[in-house]
């Protein structure tokens, strides 16, 4: 009974494959000499301007990500973090990461946050500081700043070393899909979408 449910809920039982494992400690780029690599390499100081950040006027979050794009290091350790300050009142849209599960930490203020599963069942839960949140890998989800006087700290840490991220309004209405087609599957007016559309252009 147990081997049935989990097979059900992980897909049948087949193996998700994550990041490639690596045969060494780590990994440098190929215009690097890794008798030359320093501490330095495996530092990352791109989060320090958030302390000063300016969140005057801002709805949404401000996302700072520590990708293998931004920190090279990363390559080959199947991890990478996004720092997420939410102005007051600020949310994170709803969006997917096609290629990692999130696990989202709160570090100061307050957050609802919230999935939908394929079943389209929707989880929320309120979190508060140092509360954790599990995002499953490929799922729409958001979070809210519960606080309308003061901005909210989350870091989301990924299990590989670029997630992706896929945002539902910028990509359905920002990517040049017709009017006509997203008005019937909206079940709506163009002129209802065209807004949409401008809004997110």
Do not use: C, W
Not at 164 to 188: C, D, H, N, R, Y
């Amino acid at each position: 009974m147990v081997a049935t449910t989990r097979e059900q809920v992980s897909g049948k039982g087949k193996e998700s494959k994550g990041d490639p494992d690596i045969l060494k400690d780590f990994l440098v780029l190929p215009s690097s000499d890794p008798s030359t690599i320093t501490r330095q390499y495996f530092t990352f100081t791109g989060f320090r301007p958030l302390r000063h950040a300016n969140l005057t006027g801002k709805t949404t979050a401000l996302v700072t990500k520590a990708t293998m794009k931004e920190f090279p290091a990363l390559e080959g350790q199947g991890v990478s973090v996004s720092a997420i300050i939410y102005p007051p009142s600020g949310m994170n849209l709803p969006h997917v990461h096609p290629k990692a599960s999130e696990l989202l930490i709160v570090l100061l203020g307050s957050l609802e946050v919230g999935f939908v599963d394929t079943t389209n069942k929707l989880f929320t839960q309120t979190l508060q500081a140092p509360d954790m949140f599990i995002v499953p890998k490929g799922l729409v989800h958001f979070q809210v700043n519960t606080k309308t006087d003061s901005p909210s700290i989350a870091l989301g840490v990924f299990g590989s070393v670029n997630a992706g991220t896929v945002s539902l309004p910028s990509t359905v209405f920002g990517s040049g899909i017709s009017a006509e087609i997203l008005a019937k599957a909206f079940k709506t007016d163009e002129e209802t979408i065209s807004k949409l559309i401008q809004a997110n252009n």
